[in-house]
């Protein structure tokens, strides 16, 4: 990679981490839809992921993670009491989970627009999983490190159920079926559009990010 690549590159990874941390830090990353709150932090993850690479994608997941990992601090009463009881499993759980989150979507959709018969299809698959491995790897988290903790069991009390997929269902709710709704739609168009923009002249997916 040449030294004006590399700069592309950084360039566009610096211009999708702003993008998260503006989404973060103001009202535009969220979504007031009735009773609702959609946010839309992950959307710059998947759209990174899926245009820069899987590697450029964990970065990104990574900053969305320090974001929310930030938050156990006083902000979120949730992330708070989780960081309370296991700091190193919290930075899991808001950090590494987001990174997966990010790598894993960047890997497959890679896979998928690899083949002229799938490249269509792949817009539309990195689109939605990108919102669904964030949710999967953090409530998969929660359930891994803190189901068995008086805190998470007093919740899923209060919900009624002692049963850990129905606390999931509980406890993401109709959000995530909106935040992942808004996400695929909204991820697979712009990646459609700006997929070969970004990757213009190159001679395999992610091109820029070959050595």
């Not at 987001?98 to 979507?105: C, D, K, N, P």
């Not at 689109?127 to 899923?156: C, E, H, K, R």
Request: glycine content about 10%.
């Amino acid at each position: 990679m040449n030294t004006n690549s590399k700069t592309l590159r950084l360039s566009r990874l610096a211009l999708f981490a702003a993008l998260i941390l503006l989404l973060n830090y103001t009202p535009l990353g969220y979504i007031h839809l009735f009773a609702l709150e959609i946010t839309l932090i992950v959307i710059p993850v998947t759209v990174g992921a899926m245009l820069l690479g899987p590697a450029d994608g964990a970065v990104l997941g990574g900053i969305f993670g320090l974001t929310s990992f930030a938050t156990c601090f006083g902000s979120s009463q949730f992330g708070a009491m989780l960081l309370s009881i296991n700091p190193i499993a919290t930075f899991i759980t808001c950090v590494v989970a987001r990174v997966l989150a990010g790598f894993l979507t960047g890997v497959v959709f890679q896979a998928l627009h690899r083949f002229e018969r799938t490249r269509g299809l792949s817009y539309a698959i990195g689109g939605l999983l990108g919102p669904v491995f964030n949710t999967l790897f953090f409530m998969g988290s929660i359930l891994l490190f803190f189901w068995n903790t008086d805190y998470i069991q007093a919740m899923a009390a209060g919900m009624g159920t002692a049963n850990p997929l129905v606390f999931v269902a509980l406890f993401v709710g109709i959000n995530a079926v909106f935040e992942t709704a808004v996400s695929f739609l909204v991820s697979a168009a712009l990646c459609r559009v700006l997929y070969p923009i970004v990757n213009k002249g190159a001679g395999h997916p992610h091109a820029a990010q070959a050595a």
